[in-house]
């Protein structure tokens, strides 16, 4: 089980969290909401949480995934894309069957 | 896919519910938007990458309006049409313009409307619709970037902005559909830029110096609230006049006089030396090469000391105008815990080295000072809109709703109105209403309305123990706070006793804009029932308090003093009062009852003073009542 995080977007990673002064990493994970299933998560970690996290190294970016999420997640990419003005990271996960139009839930 | 931004632990919002809200720095000159994401505030940009928009809307026929850098390259050739530094007309009217006319190269429209309309190719605009203009353009940039639409934003606005001129901004933003979560002070902005709200308690300067105006705020902090002090500076005073000295530093030098030197030349100047001004923030010394005409080309040296020397003069007019707004804001130098540096012209090193100086501490200079406003709006709102988790307090700026007590008869008192900025304490006396009254229970209501029953009652609490007197002879003061975080206390205290009595309540607790709206909507639209409903009302408890007087004088010496014929005319008075009272629905009705009674009653009210009269004065000489001579 494996996830992997594009150069662009560690380095995003990175400056955020030095920007934020605090922080080991990145969490990644799904929760079930949206309208079409479950919905991706993003947030900064603060403490790990033992003997539910499995963390990832990638690109000196620390990943931590709760086991729960790792199995819809498995072999996610994440990478940092720009469109127009707006810009943020991505998820290509090759676990998604369909997801809804604005790309925001997913389903398996 | 949606592009995500990293939340905080435990923050991350349901798809589709996320809440994009950005602050808006609506400048004179040029206008900025910021937001917070992933963590960071930070401006936004157009397309090709620039922060500023300059605020410049130019009109067409048959066009929509332009704003921005395109705009302002006509400012020059289409003065007429290109409207710049619009933030001076706002919530200004046709009568205020007499003492701004000759700034203004527009032609204003003649209309019998207050606010001044500007004629254009493009048709009749008010300052009102130029704003809204720009604002569009940043809410499109913002709502591009952010990828969809916005829950709101705060607007910055000078400190000494009056209220049509807040007003103003307001319907600007309204025209431009942005919801507008909070109306911030530019200077309170720059401070929560630096985080000083959540810092220590105290007195704050900001110092304000833009490319033409400058403008000093002296704030003080407390509990999370920055209150206005004093204001102060000079509206024609900026860096461009840093930029005018240097050029005139020149002119001898290359044998140019003012009185006669081309436009051309003159701008050529003006361009070098804001390029020699800015590059001596990072260089000792800056070699200046300028080429007047094809075969004349001037070079010369601007070292730092030389442009003190040239600058310092203008300096000390900011730092007078410092020492004038601290002497109004009853402020000492030592008081000032922290100086926040806003606007471009304060990255002149020698201009935070004089202000350092002046008020004797390290200035806060590592924002942009071009930005600093509009990252402390961000920051500003993306608290409102409920995405700061160490937020969670939002801070009440002005009291939503009237807050007000219950009186007699259902009716609502209202003792702070609606829109009476917080911190504030109110205090109204009121008295009893029935002899040997000993208690009084209080009701504390929010609402627009006149009765009770169509406000929101708060809070119930009792006044106990105070001592019997005839009614309206006890002093009962009710005192209503609002503290910085919108908790109200009340406070009920008798006054000739000291009897007391207190409640707290949070006002806003459970109500969301739209039941504020609701409520503010009703009592416009039953503002006439309420009237007629008060009246009546009030004529109910003016009659229960005649009825009860009366019978309480005619259980005591009616039979003594009144003749049988006399009696009865009374008390049919009386019960035709009483009739009234019970079923009419007209305030007139029960009014001329009332009348009819103290017609009735009058000899009768007359032989009782005089009855009265009698006995206090038995037994005493008439020396006594001739008015005593002050005594120390």
Redesign the interface.
Known sequence: MALTITQPAAE??KA?LD??GKGVG??LGV?T???SGM?????????VNEGEDVLFEDNDVTIVVDKKSLVYLDGTIIDY?K?????????TNPNESD??G????FII | MALLQIAEPGQSSVPHQRRFAVGIDLGTTNSLVATVRSGVTETLADDDGNHLLPSVVRYQPDQTPVVGTLAKSHAVTDPFNTIVSVKRLMGRGVADLKSLGEQLPYKFADTDSTVPRITTAGGDVSAIEVSAEILKSLKDRSERTLGDELVGAVITVPAYFDDAQRQATKDAARLANLNVLRLLNEPTAAAVAYGLDSGQEGVVAVYDLGGGTFDISILRLTQGVFEVLATGGDSALGGDDFDHAIAEWIMPQVGLDESTIDPSIARLLLREACKAKEALSENDQVELDIELSENQRWFGLLTRDQFNQLVDPLIKKTLMACRRAMRDAGIEKNEIIDVVMVGGSTRALRVREQVGDFFQQEVLVSIDPDRVVAIGAAIQANALAGNDPDGGMLLLDVIPLSLGIETMGGLTEKIIHRNTPIPVSRAQDFTTYKDGQTAMAIQVVQGERELVSDCRSLAKFELRGFPPQVAGAARIRVSFQVDADGLLSVTAKEETSGVEAHVEVKPSYGLNDSEIETMLRESMDYASDDMKARSLREQQVEADRVIEALDAAMAEDGEDMLEADERDTILSASELLIQMRQTSETAQEIKLAIEDIERASAGYVAKRMNASVQKSMAGHKVEEFTVEEEKP
């Open positions: 995003r990673v955020f920007n934020r990145v969490r929760k909401s949206g309208c919905a991706y998560v993003i947030e900064f970690v603060d403490e894309a469109e127009g003005l707006n810009e943020g990271f991505k998820f997801r809804c604005c790309g925001e839930s």
